[in-house]
């Protein structure tokens, strides 16, 4: 994502960069993850002894070998105890796995089963649409419709009957709407929207949430009839402020705005980084690793409000959203930006 009307950072890194981080979900499961019976939070995981959160309250996997819980583990052995402090700040939190393009079928197997294992839910990401990002940071995608609709039969073999959370596409509608996406790729895209979210319904355990944007788009009535093409009344619900810093209440009254026009459907918020709400200094791109921002509230289903399904960490806190202002690639693990982000935060 790269446009300021939108504001919204990405989290995809380029291909092949970490292909073999992407298939450590099926390597969990020879690792001994954690379990609970639900009542608090579980015994520790491996490394840095990360643990999953209460169940009542977040159903969410955390991840026991991510890049937080490494890092933390890193500054442990290194000495560095109030850096692995702020960072498990992070760790400790599920966050979204983004599905490569390469084998999606052996990486969502691989991370259904060992939420499963912890008797949590996965929390996935699928951002593979033809002509991804305009040709941004995240540029790339599937070649073309048939290797998409392809690769979410795979995904979808890949979590058969386990519990998954799906955020669908991040920016796949926002960018037929305002046109980055070229038109003669809109029939396409709405096809291929509608037909991920049927076959993904069809399983007998995922949600699916379609992205929407974020509260940083000033005209969601140009939204309400592209969500409906795209089916989003056959999913769960929708997606906003994925990868944005939008904070909660304005998050909140954007997608209630969607809602009403959508049949009422539910959202869950993207609150990964949005402590501070949107940057407002100086450069271009403001969503793109802005200084200054801090961590948001905690992932969870217990969020007061009927039409707000859950919390949730969609963008992974210390990734780059791009090589802006000093940072790696979009997707890479960037420790200094982590500990920005931590520190910023509440203890």
Known sequence: MYRRITGRGRVFAARGVTATVALAGAALLLSGCSSSDGDGKDEEGVGSGVSQQPKGEDPFWVNPEGNAAKQVSAYEKDGKKDDAKQIRKIAEQPVAEWILPEDPEKQTRGYTEAAEKADRDALLVLYNIPHRDCGQFSKGGAADGNAYRAWIDGVAKGIGD???????????????????TPPEFHEERYDLLKGAVAKLKSLKNTKVYLDAGNAGWSKPDSLYDPLKRSGVEQADGFSVNVSNFQTTEASKRYGKTLSAKVGGKPFVIDTSRNGRGPYTGKGKDPWCNPPGRALGEAPTTKTGDDLVDAYV?????GESDGTCRGGPQAGQWWPEYALSLAKASAP
């Open 162 to 180: 386990r519990a998954a959370t799906v955020i669908l596409e991040p920016d796949a509608v926002l960018h037929m709407v305002d046109q980055c």
């Open 313 to 317: 960490w969609v963008k992974r806190p």
